[in-house]
C-alpha cells in the first residue's frame, strides 16, 4: 500500500483543496458525474486517456473525502453507479468558473504550455 513520505499541509483552503482534488482526472470525473454519466463505463468513455485501474483510484479518493456516493446494485453482473454528494455539489460552480476561465484564455494557455514541454524535451 502507498504511504506518503511527506505528511500533507493543511494550513489553509488553498491546501485543503489541493489535497481533495490532486488528481490529474479528479475535476473532470465530478463534472462528468454532475452531467449524468453515473457508470464507470461511461466516465472511462469520457476520459479515454485514463487508465480504469486509476479512474476506479481516484473515484475511491473523491468518495472517501465525500464528494462522490457510490451505489452497487445487487444484480449479476455487479452494476455500480457513481452520484455526487451535496458537498460534491458544491464544487460544480467552482468547476465550472475554472473552465471558463481556460476557455477564455485558451490560445495563451495552449502556447505556454506547449512552449514549456518544448523547452523540457530540448534538455
Not at 17 to 35: A, D, S, T
Not at 52 to 69: A, G, P, S, Y
Request: glycine share 6%; net charge positive; hydrophobic share 35%.
Amino acid at each position: 500500500m502507498y504511504e506518503r513520505k511527506i505528511p500533507p499541509s493543511l494550513n489553509c483552503g488553498l491546501d485543503l483543496i489541493g489535497e481533495v482534488l490532486y488528481g490529474k482526472w479528479k475535476i473532470r470525473l465530478l463534472w462528468f458525474i454532475n452531467e449524468g454519466y453515473q457508470r464507470p463505463s461511461e466516465l472511462q468513455r469520457k476520459i479515454p486517456d485514463a487508465s480504469r485501474r486509476v479512474l476506479n483510484m481516484q473515484l475511491k479518493e473523491l468518495e472517501d473525502h465525500e464528494l462522490v456516493t457510490k451505489k452497487i446494485y445487487p444484480v449479476v453482473p455487479p452494476k455500480v453507479e457513481y452520484s455526487l454528494t451535496e458537498f460534491g455539489y458544491t464544487l460544480i460552480p467552482v468547476i465550472s468558473v475554472l473552465g471558463e476561465w481556460g476557455d477564455k484564455n485558451e490560445a495563451r494557455l495552449r502556447t505556454v504550455i506547449l512552449n514549456r514541454l518544448e523547452n523540457i524535451a530540448e534538455k
